[in-house]
């Protein structure tokens, strides 16, 4: 989560922090970078480590899809690529939502159709292979949907803009993430 997570406050970086409570115990907090350096005279209190984890994974319940509405798109993107190999002057019409979800340019380059195809499954599945990801494929999972998570005093996330404009890089992302979710959920692996 590191590096998206942002105070929706004062919108400053929310920082880790470990913070002594009166036992003398350690305790990771997100605290609001702006309030710490005095940047801003924001008043927001810290975000306990566990409860800023639960709203990211809420993120991904938000902006997943379901297996029905990934068969669907899957049907229509293979039919838009269809179509377009035959016709390859034809605007693809069917690829609007997707491409709005997606960011993504009309490539006609058949390896996006792979990339669009794991991309949607990803989103289908995202937030429980989420949840049992190791910190590593969650860091590439949330910089790849993510640019910016605003957590506020009344701790809601807001999600910000949409991770890379570039829908190559995007996809990219999303890819990488694909895998590294992967990794992270075989059995007795790395
Ligand atoms: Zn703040």
Same mark, same amino acid.
């Given at each position: 989560?590191?590096?998206?997570?942002?105070?929706?406050?004062?919108?400053?970086?929310?920082?880790?922090?470990?913070?002594?409570?009166?036992?003398?115990?350690?305790?990771?907090?997100?605290?609001?970078?702006?309030?710490?350096?005095?940047?801003?005279?924001?008043?927001?209190?810290?975000?306990?480590?566990?409860?800023?984890?639960?709203?990211?994974?809420?993120?991904?319940?938000?902006?997943?899809?379901?297996?029905? $509405?990934? $068969?669907?798109?899957?049907?229509?993107?293979?039919?838009?690529?269809?179509?377009?190999?035959?016709?390859?002057?034809?605007?693809?019409?069917?690829?609007?939502?997707?491409?709005?979800?997606?960011?993504?340019?009309?490539?006609?380059? $058949?390896?996006?159709?792979?990339?669009?195809?794991?991309?949607?499954?990803?989103?289908?599945?995202?937030?429980?292979?989420?949840?049992?990801?190791?910190?590593?494929?969650?860091?590439?999972?949330?910089?790849?949907?993510?640019?910016?998570?605003?957590?506020?005093?009344?701790?809601?996330?807001?999600?910000?803009?949409?991770?890379?404009?570039?829908?190559?890089?995007?996809?990219?992302?999303?890819?990488?993430?694909?895998?590294?979710?992967?990794?992270?959920?075989?059995?007795?692996?790395?």
């Amino acid at each position: 989560m590191k590096g998206i997570l942002y105070c929706a406050t004062c919108k400053s970086r929310l920082h880790l922090d470990f913070a002594r409570n009166k036992q003398g115990i350690r305790y990771a907090h997100y605290v609001c970078s702006g309030q710490t350096s005095k940047r801003t005279t924001c008043t927001r209190k810290a975000v306990p480590v566990g409860i800023a984890e639960e709203l990211v994974a809420a993120c991904y319940e938000r902006i997943g899809i379901s297996e029905q $509405t990934f $068969t669907a798109l899957a049907r229509q993107v293979n039919a838009a690529f269809a179509e377009r190999m035959a016709s390859c002057a034809q605007e693809l019409a069917e690829l609007t939502d997707i491409d709005r979800k997606l960011e993504s340019d009309h490539e006609q380059d $058949t390896g996006q159709r792979k990339h669009l195809a794991s991309a949607l499954k990803l989103l289908t599945y995202c937030a429980a292979p989420y949840q049992q990801s190791d910190d590593e494929a969650k860091r590439l999972t949330d910089q790849a949907f993510f640019e910016k998570i605003h957590i506020g005093e009344d701790e809601q996330a807001v999600v910000g803009r949409a991770a890379s404009r570039e829908p190559r890089a995007r996809l990219g992302r999303v890819e990488g993430a694909a895998g590294a979710q992967k990794r992270a959920a075989l059995p007795g692996g790395p």
